[in-house]
Nanobody
Framework: QVHQVESGGGLVQAGGSLRLSCVVS????????MGWFRQAPGKEREFVAG????????YYADSVKGRFTISRDNAKNTVYLQMNSLKPEDTAVYYC??????????????WGQGTLVTVSS
């Protein structure tokens, strides 16, 4: 069974930065493309960023392009999301999941508990 443990969320002022981490178990991480998603209160979950299995290729939602950077460490089974220039509209619970590279429609596994990011204005 696949498990994801997301961490690194918190309360930050607009313009600030956070780095999220997600440790994955139960899946061959090094051969899996990974993605970050988020769900704001009252809204559906949406794609944020994706990365290929080797970490060479990345893709982003237009709303975060130029501000967020996805990366990974296959030796640690961990995917990261560096978030800079945060805006109040980035407030959401953030989740990681395996993806088919290039897809934005959703994850391949069940969802973890996520980590809450709150951006104050």
């Amino acid at each position: 069974q696949v498990h994801q443990v997301e961490s690194g969320g918190g309360l930050v002022q607009a313009g600030g930065s956070l780095r999220l981490s997600c440790v994955v178990s139960g899946r061959t991480f090094s051969t899996s493309s990974m993605g970050w998603f988020r769900q704001a209160p009252g809204k559906e979950r949406e794609f944020v960023a994706g990365i290929s299995s080797a970490g060479v290729r990345t893709y982003y939602a237009d709303s975060v392009k130029g501000r967020f950077t996805i990366s990974r460490d296959n030796a640690k089974n961990t995917v990261y999301l560096q978030m800079n220039s945060l805006k109040p509209e980035d407030t959401a619970v953030y989740y990681c999941n395996a993806v088919l590279y290039g897809s934005t429609s959703g994850g391949l596994d069940s969802w973890g508990q996520g980590t809450l990011v709150t951006v104050s204005s």
